[in-house]
């Protein structure tokens, strides 16, 4: 992997980002891209780095910690976490990334606030997956009590909740991603309205496959790898 070879990619993601944004009347710099390095050597982190992309997501705890290590500090590059955290792994990832995208029951987010207090974190900026499709093999809050967890996460201390993040069906089928991203961005809307103390400034959604529906439907960061890094 070469700074060209991303370089040159980013630019062609970045032009179908503006059409999709130019078709839904939005502004394209409201859209930020989350490189997801996962599955892709340090070298990825460092090329990531040195085009000024400023954030890398990573699924799993263990292989961000490898990573860390090995890279030692990267200035200027925020973690996500943007796979399912086992609440035995809590501690691990919030000492290790800036911001938890994957929180997905106010049981982890509880867990979450209280290991903020016992290592004297400042806080820790999350965001709560919600689960729109219902899809069982799916992580998130189901849409029906979305409002009501976002509620009580925001309630608890050492939490900062950014907003929402979702994960549409892996499918190419328009009809059935649209829908998924038009109710999480309803939800995310409703949120800032009724829930107290949330903001809501990112909707998190939108992949390789998907990225440039997610942006009609209103996304503000999209999780990109394939597309962006190439295959694993």
Same mark, same amino acid.
């Given at each position: 992997?070469?700074?060209?070879?991303?370089?040159? $990619? *980013?630019?062609?993601?970045?032009? &179908?980002?503006? %059409?999709?944004?130019?078709?839904?009347?939005?502004?394209? !710099?409201? =859209?930020?891209?989350?490189?997801?390095?996962?599955?892709?050597?340090?070298?990825?982190?460092?090329?990531?780095?040195?085009?000024?992309?400023?954030?890398?997501?990573?699924?799993?705890?263990?292989?961000?910690?490898?990573?860390?290590?090995?890279?030692?500090?990267?200035?200027?590059?925020?973690?996500?976490?943007?796979? $399912? *955290?086992?609440?035995?792994?809590? &501690?691990?990832? %919030?000492?290790?990334?800036?911001?938890?995208?994957?929180? !997905?029951? =106010?049981?982890?987010?509880?867990?979450?606030?209280?290991?903020?207090?016992?290592?004297?974190?400042?806080?820790?900026?999350?965001?709560?997956?919600?689960?729109?499709?219902?899809?069982?093999?799916?992580?998130?809050?189901?849409?029906?009590?979305?409002?009501?967890?976002?509620?009580?996460?925001?309630?608890?201390?050492?939490?900062?909740?950014?907003?929402?993040?979702?994960?549409?069906?892996?499918?190419?089928?328009?009809?059935?991603?649209?829908?998924?991203?038009?109710?999480?961005?309803?939800?995310?809307?409703?949120?800032?309205?009724?829930?107290?103390?949330?903001?809501?400034?990112?909707?998190?959604?939108?992949?390789?496959?998907?990225?440039?529906?997610?942006?009609?439907?209103?996304?503000?960061?999209?999780?990109?790898?394939?597309?962006?890094?190439?295959?694993?």
């Amino acid at each position: 992997m070469t700074n060209h070879q991303v370089e040159a $990619r *980013l630019e062609q993601v970045r032009e &179908r980002i503006e %059409a999709a944004a130019g078709r839904a009347g939005r502004d394209p !710099d409201e =859209v930020e891209i989350l490189p997801v390095t996962k599955g892709h050597s340090v070298r990825a982190i460092e090329v990531v780095a040195e085009l000024g992309l400023g954030r890398i997501g990573e699924n799993r705890v263990p292989e961000a910690e490898v990573k860390r290590s090995a890279l030692g500090a990267t200035p200027g590059v925020a973690w996500h976490l943007i796979g $399912r *955290l086992q609440r035995n792994k809590a &501690r691990r990832a %919030a000492r290790l990334f800036d911001v938890i995208e994957s929180v !997905d029951s =106010v049981r982890l987010a509880a867990t979450l606030s209280r290991i903020v207090g016992e290592e004297g974190l400042e806080s820790a900026e999350v965001l709560v997956q919600v689960n729109p499709s219902g899809e069982t093999a799916k992580a998130g809050v189901d849409a029906g009590n979305a409002m009501e967890a976002v509620r009580e996460i925001c309630a608890l201390p050492g939490l900062r909740v950014r907003g929402l993040m979702t994960m549409a069906p892996f499918t190419d089928d328009e009809a059935v991603l649209r829908p998924v991203f038009r109710t999480a961005a309803r939800l995310l809307s409703r949120c800032r309205k009724e829930v107290q103390g949330f903001k809501g400034e990112v909707l998190s959604m939108g992949m390789s496959n998907d990225f440039e529906i997610a942006v009609e439907e209103g996304s503000t960061r999209l999780r990109l790898g394939t597309v962006l890094l190439g295959e694993r």
